[in-house]
């Protein structure tokens, strides 16, 4: 089982996005990483100058690096920043979030991220078709389905969503500017006082959602621990660690010490709530159940697939 | 510009002719299109005899097969697209890559067009859709200005519809799974938002709560109309403050859009609403009428004013203003 680094889809500084990445290539069993501005182009520019050191010293490190695209591409920069990604695809390999990207690959190889909407093997197999190697469903999809397309598609790597919050949506308004009274024009980059993103509660104070920028996510995290061997049954081969705030290195070596069946998955889960705490963990989309729900994995769930 | 009109029933099809369509678009009653509700939609020999009545009046009809095909099951999708064209569907909204590939292969001269589903947003996206299918006109997302629509018009080799009345999305339609999150039922896998079947009312000291999937929506005091919970429409809670965090409990009206969007090139405007009865149907498509009349005698409207809006709904004209974001 591979384990993929997700790109950080928060507004960090420029210098702790570049020191994350650092501790990263020396520390964590990751194969591969994804780096990039996935979720506003405004925020791009500013990680734009540490991305080659970034890039060598994960190489260095023996990581394979994805380069991800904009997940909603309107604005005339946006268009420009994408075409530029994809016409650099030939020394560097790309992760495309959206089909915008398909136009200008011509072909080559790529893999696509989790918001470009895979929900079947025909799907895939298209994509396959056009060039792509990897390919990492959207969280929302249950893992028969994801059994499905694996089984169809043995020469493409398939991934899941397995650790952070699950990204939910993508919009061209700023949630963040708009709760600071502001618009996305004149946001002020408020979204980097929320570098975990913006809790959103139910008015009786429930944790519900999460807002960063333009993107809802979860407010529980997807946790895919207990889940792994039911994953590995089916076929799927890798998983997707989206970054939080707190210790990654330390949530990657959970990750690959289940896999490699060195730690149980419940001692793991368990740690897993100390190294981010106070956040609920959720699998219901890979049990095709509601996405903040927390399933188990006794007789008649994943458990007992195949 | 054309003027493209839901049905979510036969009746509301016939109605929708009657007030002026020059369209209308509907779906089969299954999990292959984006409003799979109880009770709706259409069955093949009722879509067979509603195109077979539409084209008796000269109006054509679009058959919307517009979710993400389930992994394993692609034959429903496929039947759904072999009979809307054996049907004499005019065209085909279609979303997943799938039945694009599929419907372009199969049909070669069904004419498709890309749904709102896709979120096609620029014209680069627009090309892909142009080149891989021979897409003839694309369903925009929600989430673009009017200059924004101008440049893909002008860029494109397609024709471009908006929608203009109705439900407005705030989020780009078909990467959302807000939905998906707090009831486990997606727009994209099973044409469902907010469903019904986990909408709640409860009462306590004097408000009235609305839950979806368990959460709390929004909560309503006494003078206050209880609104449906739509996911994005709903009250929370921010360490900046409480409220329609996302978007007030709005629908889409552009009717003073219009000369902007006929500026702008676009082809069709869409009134949504397949869920909608059909007087209700009939009111929105007389009153869309009325005003295409008049723009073209030079006369603008600032709103569609229309009663059906008497919902405690107010409308707004969305993202087509730069402002909204």
Partial sequence: MQLTLGPVLYHWSPEQWRDFHYRIADEAPVDTVVIGEAVCSKRAPFKQDHVPDVVERLQAAGKRVLHASLILVSLPRERRQTRALMEAANEAEVEINDLTCLASLGGRPFAAGPFVNVYNEVTAGFLAGRGATRICLPPELPLTAAATIAAALPEVAIELFAFGRAPLAISARCYHARAHKATKDNCRFVCELDPDGMPVKTLDGDGFLSVNGVQTLAHGCTSLLRDIPAIRRAGLASLRLSPQVCDMVAVARLFRDVADERLDAEEAERRLSEIYPDVPLANGFLHGAAGHVRMGTGPGSLGELR | ?325
């Avoid at chain 2, 921010?238 to 329609?244: I, L, N």
Wanted: hydrophobic share 40%.
């Fill in chain 2, 1 to 325: 510009m054309e003027l493209i009109c839901p049905a979510g029933t036969p009746a509301s099809l016939e109605a929708a002719v009657e007030a002026g369509a020059d369209a209308i678009y509907c779906g089969f009653r299954d999990e292959t299109n984006a409003r799979n509700f109880p009770g709706l939609n259409f069955s093949r020999e009722e879509l067979r005899k509603g195109i077979a009545f539409a084209h008796r009046h000269g109006v054509k009809v679009l058959v919307a097969i517009n979710t993400f095909a389930r992994a394993g099951s692609f034959e429903l999708w496929q039947a759904a697209v072999d009979d809307a064209a054996a049907a004499g569907a005019d065209a085909l909204i279609l979303a997943d890559l799938a039945t694009l590939d599929y419907a372009s292969r199969r049909h070669p001269d069904q004419r498709l067009h890309v749904s709102v589903q896709a979120g096609a947003a620029n014209p680069d996206a627009i090309r892909f859709y142009v080149e891989a299918f021979g897409a003839r006109r694309v369903v925009l997302p929600r989430v673009l200005n009017v200059m924004e629509i101008a440049t893909i018009v002008r860029e494109s080799d397609c024709e471009t519809e908006v929608f203009v009345f109705g439900g407005l999305c705030v989020m780009e339609e078909g990467r959302c799974s807000l939905s998906s999150y707090a009831t486990g039922k997606s727009p994209n896998m099973n044409g469902v938002c907010s469903p019904a079947s986990d909408v709640a009312y409860t009462e306590r000291d004097g408000r009235i709560s609305s839950t979806l999937g368990g959460f709390t929506i929004n909560s309503f005091g006494k003078n206050e109309l209880a609104g449906y919970p739509t996911l994005c429409k709903g009250r929370f809670a921010t360490p900046k403050g409480s409220g329609y965090i996302f978007e007030e409990p709005v629908s889409l009206d552009a009717a003073v859009m219009l000369p902007a969007l006929r500026d702008a090139g676009v082809t069709a405007l869409k009134i949504e609403g397949r869920q909608r009865g059909r007087a209700y149907i009939a009111e929105v498509v007389r009153s869309f009428r009325d005003i295409l009349s008049g723009l073209d005698k030079g006369q603008t409207a600032s709103s569609a004013g229309l009663a059906a809006m008497a919902e405690g709904q107010t409308g707004t004209v969305g993202a087509y203003r730069k402002s909204w974001r």
